[in-house]
């Protein structure tokens, strides 16, 4: 009796577990470009109101968990005590939210730098128009 039972308990332990295919790998999803980087992370400047001056990171790579790919880590630099509180805005195409950093966003392990605002350069080519030459010459 008692082999009867585990054998269909084994059976039944058995039918409920399966064998799935592999699942594709994540998308890879590229950074978000300069120009909406810069504007999402003010946007996350704005939202934490950390005092001046700001230090954030380099784009990293958000845990897989998180529902946007990309994250940079903001702070303050006013003092030792508040560059221990930081704030991740989240990127996908461009910023999508912010918060303040837990743990798992890995922002206490990060090299930080100093926000400047930098104008976005313009990307289209200015045309020069030559050498004025007297006289109507070219």
Known sequence: MRHTFILWLSLGLG????????????????????EKLLKGIKQGIADSHFETPIEVT????????????WLVCIRSAKTEESKRIS??????????????????????????????EQPIPDATPKKSAGPKLRGGQK
């Open 58 to 69: 380099d784009p990293i790579k958000a845990s897989p968990i998180s529902s946007s790919p």
């Open 87 to 116: 704030y991740s805005a989240f990127f996908k195409d461009a910023y999508t939210n912010s918060r303040y950093s837990v743990v798992n966003d890995g922002c206490t392990a990060e090299m930080y730098h100093p926000f400047k």
């Open 15 to 34: 039918a409920c577990s399966s064998i799935s295919e592999p699942t594709a790998a994540p998308e890879v999803v590229p950074p978000p470009d300069a």
